[in-house]
């Protein structure tokens, strides 16, 4: 419920990290729950499309500096931690495996890919560079659980599939109902 609920306050947290920077950049855009893009699409910006990505890996380092230095509220920050992380991981995954079928990590217009292409990188480049930290973030919390390694992994793909369906809730039930002339 923890993990699900720290996933629901990651969506508007992410956005408004795209939006003030855009904002500080001077680019006017459009914000709802699961995007922040500018009204005018040549005039994306890199760094303002890593802002949410990077505003996750915060989140996730901050909370989990939080878990190792307090004794109370632990569940509420390996919760934040988990929820940051896996955010972006599942993202990844989507990402590495449309590439891996169209063979352009743009198709799913993410983040990542639409950064590193604005830079003139491989669209790959940035979903490689933060996945390792968010793996880290993921396994220091994980091998603290109690039980196998198989119910590890199947916790873990459990998470994964839970912000996958949060993830289609908010972009496909809650974004068209809150925003619908968007």
């Known amino acids: 419920m923890l993990f699900a609920v720290c996933t629901l306050l990651l969506f508007p947290l992410h956005e408004s990290a795209h939006y003030l920077t855009y904002r500080l ?16 699409q040549s005039e994306r910006r890199p760094i303002a ?23 109370g509220q632990r569940q509420w920050w390996a919760a934040l931690r988990l929820a940051s992380a896996i955010f972006r ?11 891996m079928v169209t063979g352009s990590g743009l198709s799913l217009g993410n983040d990542e890919p639409i950064a590193a292409h604005l830079w003139g990188l491989p669209s790959l480049t940035f979903v490689g560079v933060l996945a390792a930290p968010f793996v880290v973030i993921v396994w220091c919390i994980v091998r603290t659980f109690h039980g196998s390694r198989r119910s590890k992994v199947l916790h873990v ?13 908010v972009g496909n039930v809650l974004d068209p109902w809150q925003f619908p002339n968007r």
């Open 25 to 40: 950049l001077g680019v006017h855009l459009h914000i709802t729950l699961n995007t922040a893009s500018p009204k005018d």
């Open 89 to 99: 991981l599942v993202i990844y995954v989507l990402v590495v495996a449309a590439a």
């Open 157 to 169: 793909l459990g998470l994964g599939l839970t912000a996958l369906c949060l993830a289609m809730l």
């Open 49 to 71: 499309e890593l802002a949410g990505p990077l505003l996750n890996l915060v989140v996730a380092s901050t909370a989990a500096l939080a878990y190792h230095s307090s004794h």
